[in-house]
């Protein structure tokens, strides 16, 4: 998973960086549009295209009949019911190949989400009282089967980052918490020692403006959770996903979102913007492509 959320790094850093010179928004919104006339030649491809207008040829047909016989409960009755069969064999058609286009949609997404949803923490100066809760927290998770190790856990925080709580560890939910401010601009790595192993996250503040950066760094053991699809690997490609064996499961902070001006912020801002500028994309290019949807 690593190899290819690098290579999907690369490939938007490419892409998006001349887009962004007219502004955040008009990146998204193009490259959002492209993939979904892009997403449009495929579904074309591998949808039954002759069977997608068959149904609703049929469908519009038994409308004009429930029109023009609506006297004639019999024909009446008949048509509603094959309407209905043919809505359910329409929707088939168009699901089924919907579904391996939600592959790239997850990847695009995530691209997305960890370029343009989070800002990084605000800085406070270093002498400055926090009171409890006003700090950012660290949470730390074990792997299944490792909560008594969270004893052992070692958590250092980089010059620029300081600690307002201690390291709270909960051994029987393998879980640790530790509440710490931003004090200097930059990116800062946490670092996290347990049983021989040395992990980092990531910590973006203050003017740092970075390429992508992620509130969440998970571990590759948990590429298709069922429980939780926000532990996906394929979610949070700004920094590695732990290794399988790795005793780290999930390391996040919580990041502000970013101002995104016209458009709505945060995570559902940034897919809600993205699905609705593929649609609107994808509907204008139906009839110049010939696709039957």
Do not use: C
């Not at 490939?11 to 492209?34: K, M, N, R, Y």
């Not at 609703?56 to 094959?82: E, F, N, P, T």
């Amino acid at each position: 998973m690593n190899a290819v959320n690098g290579a999907l790094n690369a490939l938007f850093d490419l892409v998006l960086t001349p887009l962004e010179w007219a502004g955040q928004a008009t990146a998204l919104i193009v490259v959002s549009g492209v993939f979904g006339v892009l997403a449009l030649l495929v579904f074309k491809q591998i949808s039954w295209q002759a069977g997608i207008k068959l149904a609703k040829d049929k469908i519009k047909g038994h409308m004009i009949a429930i029109r023009l016989y609506q006297d004639d409960l019999a024909v009446v009755a008949k048509s509603v019911l094959s309407v209905l069969v043919r809505n359910v064999q329409y929707l088939g058609l168009n699901f089924g190949p919907f579904i391996p286009l939600a592959i790239p949609f997850v990847f695009v997404s995530a691209q997305f989400v960890v370029r343009y949803a989070y800002a990084p923490l605000p800085l406070v100066a270093p002498e400055a009282e926090v009171m409890a809760g006003r700090g950012v927290m660290l949470e730390i998770e074990l792997a299944e089967g490792r909560g008594e190790q969270i004893r052992d856990l070692k958590v250092t925080l980089p010059a620029g980052l300081r600690a307002v709580s201690p390291l709270v560890r909960a051994p029987r939910q393998g879980r640790a918490f530790q509440e710490f401010v931003a004090s200097e601009a930059g990116e800062h790595e946490i670092v996290l020692e347990l049983g021989g192993v040395r992990e980092t996250k990531l910590v973006v503040a203050g003017d740092a403006a970075p390429r992508a950066m992620q509130p969440r760094r998970v571990s590759s053991a948990d590429w298709l959770s069922i429980s939780d699809p926000n532990r996906w690997p394929a979610l949070w490609p700004a920094e590695p996903a732990f290794p399988s064996d790795s005793p780290f499961r999930v390391v996040a902070i919580a990041y502000p979102y970013r101002d995104q001006g016209w458009l709505p912020e945060g995570e559902f801002g940034i897919l809600l913007t993205f699905v609705i500028a593929s649609m609107i994309f994808g509907v204008a290019a139906l009839k110049p492509l010939g696709v039957q949807i």
